[in-house]
């Protein structure tokens, strides 16, 4: 069971990036799934989550109209477009299933499975 996430890099401020988050060994339909992300020396943050159920999306205040979550269960892979970039996106994001996307956010179980991590840089 892996998840692996790609399309992180250096972006001007304003700037969007796609990220992708591709599963092998599991069937992402079948899972509540969620975006995280990690800035230097703070807390991990549940940015968006997915529902299995296909009901609305959570997208945490700091992204919403900015930020748009998709699936693409043929590839089985998850996707963040994230336009209109502010440097204080700037974090390592992250991939994972969770037990609940809940309107609080997504809730890690004990066997969430988490992506790598790719890093997106925004400059200002």
């Known amino acids: 069971v892996q998840l692996v996430e790609s399309g992180g890099g250096l972006v001007q401020a304003g700037g969007s990036l796609r990220l992708s988050c591709a599963a092998s060994?599991?069937?992402?339909?079948?899972?509540?799934i969620g975006w995280f992300r990690q800035a230097p020396g703070k807390e991990y943050e549940g940015v968006s989550c997915s529902r299995s159920s296909g009901s609305a999306p959570y997208y945490v205040d700091s992204v919403k109209g900015r930020f748009t979550i998709s699936r693409d269960n043929a590839k089985n892979t998850l996707y963040l477009q994230m336009n209109s970039l502010k440097p204080e996106d700037t974090a390592v994001y992250y991939c994972?299933?969770?037990?609940?996307?809940?309107?609080?956010?997504?809730?890690?179980?004990?066997?969430?499975?988490w992506g790598q991590g790719t890093q997106v840089t925004v400059s200002s």
């Open positions: 994972a299933t969770v037990s609940d996307c809940s309107g609080d956010g997504p809730i890690v179980g004990e066997f969430s499975t």
């Open positions: 060994g599991l069937t992402l339909e079948n899972y509540d």
